[in-house]
């Protein structure tokens, strides 16, 4: 089966094969931070399978807080954890951060932590 356009984004920055996805749930099972979110992060994954590009505007992937357990629990290998990661990507790359210039951030203590990490190759100091 081929994959949609979504998840070819997500497979090229993450090398994750998201419809290997078969939505057992053990990865939202394991997560510790689903009374945060809006989207369990095997809902996340079924969004990705469907194409459904309102996935890149949700907040789950900015809670979470890459931990790896939903990778290390999913029985069919899928590394969560990295396409959260690649959604963070996106998401910035779609606000058309190329770089981020740190001293131009204003309210620098409101942001995620984990924006942080996710634009850590794209800073300039
Ligand atoms: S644990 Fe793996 S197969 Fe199960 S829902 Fe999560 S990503 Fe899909
Ligand atoms: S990496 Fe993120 S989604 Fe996965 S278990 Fe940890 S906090 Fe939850």
Redesign the pocket.
Known sequence: MSLNELEERISEISGVNVDACYQCGK?SA?????AHMDLL?HQVLMYIQRGDESVLDNETPW?????????VRCPRGVD??AV?ESLRELRIRERGYETIDLRKIENLKDLPQIALTAAAQKLTW
Do not use: D, E, Q
């Open positions: 990865c394991g997560c510790l931070f689903t992060p809670i979470c807080a890459s931990c790896f357990t939903c990778s969560v954890a959260m």
